[in-house]
């Protein structure tokens, strides 16, 4: 079965760090591409990252310099390294498959908050 | 960015009867591959997001057939012929055609 699982999300104060993993099954994570996206308390998905077959990336300019995208071949996964976190960044974190978005996790839900 | 503007953001439906959205995009979603990377997505209450149409009108496995997508350019629509209560959730249309990936606000599909 193909599958998305994410996990590392919880509460964090602002200016701190998480790192986010998105474990795959059913498929090849570094055969595709792989994005994250976010969603914050009531609001649209807003998309954050992506990882290309060819290893190339990407970020929203929200969180370029902040944030990196990351995968394991050997464990098939799928990570988000997020560094200086602020309250805005407070959502949930979805990753998904590309390029059509056709297999989503479940998400992980990330608070930044004192 | 593409700014994807969404129409209506809420749609009370009778259970049975037709729904409809319309998403516009600021620029042609035309790819210089020939494809128009325009997808529709749907998320119950509760749940991640669920792929039902790829490139304009292409419906993903398991979708059941009363939806269906239409369109070209920057003005594309989702339909569903007849609402279902499992319908219920909100909507969205996205753009992988130019970076970054944008998505429409969303439209909120309800049981009148």
């Known amino acids: 079965e193909v599958q998305l699982v994410e996990t590392g999300g919880g509460l964090i104060q602002p200016g701190g760090s998480l790192r986010l993993s998105c474990a795959a099954s059913g498929f090849t994570v570094s055969s595709n591409y792989m994005s994250w996206v976010r969603q914050a308390p009531g609001k649209g998905l807003e998309w954050v990252s992506v990882i290309y077959s060819g290893g190339s990336t990407y970020y929203a300019d929200s969180v370029k310099g902040r944030f990196t995208i990351s995968r394991d071949n050997s464990k098939n996964t799928l990570y988000l390294q997020m560094n200086s976190l602020r309250a805005e960044d407070t959502a949930v974190y979805y990753c998904a498959r590309d390029p059509h978005m056709d297999v989503w996790g479940k998400g992980t839900t990330v608070t930044v908050s004192s | 960015d593409i700014v994807m503007t969404q129409t209506p953001l809420s749609s009370p439906v009778t259970l049975g009867q037709p729904a409809s959205i319309s998403c516009r995009s600021s620029?042609?979603?035309?790819?210089?591959?020939?494809?128009?990377?325009l997808s529709w997505l749907q998320q119950r209450p509760g749940q991640p997001p669920r792929l039902l149409i790829y490139k304009i009108s292409n419906r993903f496995s398991g979708v059941p057939d009363r939806f269906s997508g239409s369109g070209a350019g920057t003005d594309f629509t989702l339909k569903i012929s007849r609402v279902e209560a499992e319908d219920v959730g909100v909507y969205y249309c996205?753009?992988?055609?130019?970076?970054?990936?944008?998505f429409g606000q969303g439209t909120k599909v309800e049981i009148k």
């Open positions: 996205t753009q992988a055609t130019q970076f970054p990936q944008t």
């Open positions: 620029q042609s979603l035309v790819h210089s591959d020939g494809n128009t990377y």
